[in-house]
């Protein structure tokens, strides 16, 4: 708890910081908000009636993760039956993992209690003292640039495929694992559930068997160069989800959700790092080498090293170290 405490302080300290940054949705006044707190309760059927009044919220509340709905609705602080659905945004979200063999590669388990830790698969309890072990997701370059690429191939479906101009759609790096898309078309927008199905099916080429196709249709065939993209169907069809809002802290990382303006040479363990520089003392209990700002942290192990916040809050909210002292005053 006492650290979480200590996380949520670099936490107030960005959103104080940069609020005035921090850009409310369209129609700000017809969408549902929801976060969770640090205490881990989760809130829904918030509105604000402007991006003041939302970036207020931000600045007093200190929220673990905030959502917005990618719906518009007649009103948004009703019960989910009768809030008056009038359309959503279209998403899509890329998760690392369904995209990279690489990630299972780096990914480790770690105890909770002893934090003995190892290669995947994990084991049921840990082996050292029988308590619980949590599996860690360990991002590379290597990854990060598939996922990358997972999103440049998303982006020449809808474009060329679908027909979307890049102007109608919006990227941006999830804050922890992935890329989040945002298609803003007024036609699609008013699309429901059964449409939004067809249209992952297509991207995903579900039903699509590539071995037997590969066999029986001539190399001039019909999509044949096509890359099948891994999108979460879930999140693309859930016209009623609430979404992590750009420019917020991911709860898992402490990087932000940030918008990306050019995918080939966005770096997201740059661009998405906006906690203090400032060093901070931690007990890294295990940490894998990682790049943040070009530069190298770790692998560090059982030792109390001082660095940037940035890397302290990535270790400690992946459960890899704990600050040294009581900094949440
Ligand atoms: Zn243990």
Same mark, same amino acid.
């Given at each position: 708890?006492?650290?979480?405490?200590?996380?949520?302080?670099?936490?107030?300290?960005?959103?104080?910081?940069?609020?005035?940054?921090?850009?409310?949705?369209?129609?700000?006044?017809?969408?549902?908000?929801?976060?969770?707190?640090?205490?881990?309760?989760?809130?829904?059927?918030?509105?604000?009636?402007?991006?003041?009044?939302?970036?207020?919220?931000?600045?007093?509340?200190?929220?673990?993760?905030?959502?917005?709905?990618?719906?518009?609705?007649?009103?948004?602080?009703?019960?989910?039956?009768?809030?008056?659905?009038?359309?959503?945004?279209?998403?899509?979200?890329?998760?690392?993992?369904?995209?990279?063999?690489?990630?299972?590669?780096?990914?480790?388990?770690?105890?909770?209690?002893?934090?003995?830790?190892?290669?995947?698969?994990?084991?049921?309890?840990?082996?050292?003292?029988?308590?619980?072990?949590?599996?860690?997701?360990?991002?590379?370059?290597?990854?990060?640039? +598939? @996922?990358?690429?997972?999103?440049?191939?998303?982006?020449?479906?809808?474009? $060329?495929? *679908? #027909?979307?101009? !890049?102007? %109608?759609?919006?990227?941006?790096?999830?804050?922890?694992?992935?890329?989040?898309?945002?298609?803003?078309?007024?036609?699609?927008?008013?699309?429901?559930?059964?449409?939004?199905?067809?249209?992952?099916?297509?991207?995903?080429?579900?039903?699509?068997?590539?071995?037997?196709?590969?066999?029986?249709?001539?190399?001039?065939?019909?999509?044949?160069?096509?890359?099948?993209?891994?999108?979460?169907?879930?999140?693309?069809?859930?016209?009623?989800?609430?979404?992590?809002?750009?420019?917020?802290?991911?709860?898992?990382?402490?990087?932000?959700?940030?918008?990306?303006?050019?995918?080939?040479?966005?770096?997201?363990?740059?661009?998405?790092?906006?906690?203090?520089?400032?060093?901070? +003392? @931690?007990?890294?209990?295990?940490?894998?080498?990682?790049?943040?700002?070009? $530069?190298? *942290? #770790?692998?560090? !192990?059982? %030792?109390?090293?001082?660095?940037?916040?940035?890397?302290?809050?990535?270790?400690?909210?992946?459960?890899?170290?704990?600050?040294?002292?009581?900094?949440?005053?």
């Amino acid at each position: 708890m006492e650290q979480l405490q200590t996380v949520k302080k670099f936490f107030r300290w960005y959103y104080f910081n940069n609020s005035e940054k921090i850009k409310a949705p369209e129609s700000t006044e017809s969408r549902e908000f929801g976060y969770r707190d640090f205490n881990g309760n989760m809130v829904r059927h918030l509105s604000f009636k402007s991006e003041g009044e939302y970036r207020a919220f931000l600045v007093k509340t200190v929220p673990k993760s905030v959502y917005y709905s990618v719906a518009f609705y007649i009103d948004p602080t009703a019960p989910m039956e009768s809030k008056g659905w009038i359309k959503a945004d279209l998403v899509f979200d890329i998760d690392i993992k369904d995209v990279s063999e690489k990630i299972k590669e780096n990914s480790f388990w770690i105890c909770k209690k002893c934090h003995s830790f190892g290669r995947l698969p994990a084991p049921k309890v840990c082996p050292n003292c029988g308590s619980e072990v949590e599996e860690v997701e360990w991002v590379c370059d290597e990854c990060l640039n +598939e @996922v990358k690429g997972a999103a440049l191939d998303l982006l020449n479906i809808l474009t $060329e495929d *679908f #027909g979307l101009s !890049k102007k %109608e759609i919006s990227i941006y790096f999830s804050g922890n694992n992935g890329y989040h898309f945002y298609v803003y078309n007024e036609e699609m927008r008013k699309m429901g559930q059964q449409e939004r199905m067809e249209i992952v099916d297509y991207i995903t080429m579900k039903g699509f068997d590539s071995s037997v196709y590969s066999k029986n249709i001539p190399e001039n065939g019909f999509m044949i160069n096509r890359k099948r993209v891994p999108v979460d169907p879930n999140v693309t069809v859930d016209i009623k989800r609430v979404f992590r809002a750009p420019d917020s802290l991911h709860d898992e990382s402490g990087l932000a959700k940030k918008e990306v303006d050019s995918l080939e040479s966005f770096d997201p363990l740059d661009k998405a790092v906006v906690l203090p520089e400032e060093p901070v +003392e @931690v007990l890294m209990y295990y940490m894998p080498s990682i790049r943040f700002k070009g $530069e190298t *942290f #770790g692998p560090y !192990k059982q %030792e109390k090293v001082k660095v940037p916040a940035y890397v302290a809050v990535y270790a400690v909210l992946k459960g890899l170290a704990e600050f040294t002292e009581n900094r949440s005053g």
